[in-house]
């Protein structure tokens, strides 16, 4: 196990020090922030302008709430989050909460290989059969690569600054205006917008990536000692997944919604970077869009394919060869529906819904009793701030599930 690293100190070279440090809340925030949030947040501020950006933050905290819980129990317990639900309430809960997730990220990786294929197929004018192929066996050699954690943790970091930084730029040069900025965030939904606002709330708020903040955060060996460096750099890597998010959104309600653009591709998106990078813009989006997909797809295989060997009772750690099968496994079920379809199916979509319907209230609410309990987490147990949190967190995550079970069910 590696020894926690120190806090960032105040001397030249800090700032990257801190910047690599921030592994297990980047990693996070990287696989969360998919294409699909990509063309959510772009969506929205190209058709509704800056009217939604009230909803990243209140995401963002109830991301960052769940995510701080899951790193307080990564801290506490030397076993996985997995075994400690299979401690409370059976082996079924722990293969509930384990396969239900494995099926929700094998769901949706058809969805992340395609936007990462889509990046380099539009930029040189191919098909995207063979970057799919290409990008899936990166994918999965990576995985057999030493040190996979300290790979991964690199590939992410580099993802999420390239978005970071380019958004940043744009936002700067667009000159947006701060002052309906600031008025958005009175919370309003403009008619027309519910679907959105749904897709975002469910792209953003992920119980999975929070779930998975335990694993992270004891495979880079911290314990109780860390506990406050574990929760800055786990709230700090959510914050700049909702800033990357704010920013896209900002950038397209300045650039795309005065030029009625309603953001129906790639290329489409593109244009929010035009202040930036001129006629390059699409191109660096592009590599935008595979940073956004790459990291998802690394990402959303590495959470599906370690939960279910745990809930399997094949253990956790990222360099056994058991649990690095069942993450190649996600990547080659997305590939292949990637290859056979072209798109993310329709009946994948409704399938991961269904599943989502009922394992993330269950999963939301385990976590929320377990991070609660003073005898198992004494002084890193929920503060009261928390627990109304929390609250509101499972609530949203209720509805989101009444929501999808209406649509699905009862339309």
Sequence with gaps: MKEPSSLPSKHPGSFRRWWKSLGPGIITAALVFGPGSLTITSKLGAVFSYNLLWVLVVTTVLMMTFTGMG?????????????TFRQRWGKWAALLAGFGIFLVTASFQAGNTIGAGLAFAESFGTSTVPWILFISLAAISLLFTRSFYKILEK????????????????????????????????????EGSLL????????????????????????????????????????????????????????????????GIQVNSASDMGKALEPLYGNLATHIFMLGLFGASFSSLVGNATI??????????LGRDLNSKPVKILISLVIVLGATVALVFGRLPLELIVFAQGVTIFVVPFI????????????????????????????????????????????LFLS
């Design 71 to 83: 790193a307080r129990i990564g801290l506490v317990t030397n076993q996985s989050l997995l075994a």
């Design 155 to 190: 590939v992410m970091v580099t993802m999420v600054g390239i978005m970071l930084i380019s958004f940043l730029f744009t936002v700067v040069i667009s000159k947006p205006d701060w002052v309906r900025i600031l008025q958005s965030l009175v919370p309003s939904v403009p």
């Design 196 to 259: 959105l606002v749904i897709a975002l709330v469910a792209s953003t708020f992920s119980i999975g990536g929070a779930f998975y903040q335990s694993y992270l955060v004891q495979e880079r060996g911290w314990k109780t000692s860390s506990a406050t460096q574990a929760k800055k750099e786990a709230f700090t890597g959510i914050l700049v997944l909702g800033l990357i998010s704010g920013m896209i959104l900002v950038s397209a309600a300045t650039i795309l919604f005065p030029q």
């Design 304 to 313: 599906g394919g370690t939960l279910f060997a745990d809930a399997l009772g």
């Design 364 to 407: 939301g609410i385990g976590m929320f009793l377990i991070a609660g309990d003073t005898k198992l987490m004494g002084a890193l147990a929920n503060s009261r701030r928390t627990r109304v949190l929390g609250v509101v967190g499972i609530l949203v995550l209720l509805v989101l599930a009444g929501t999808n079970f209406k649509s």
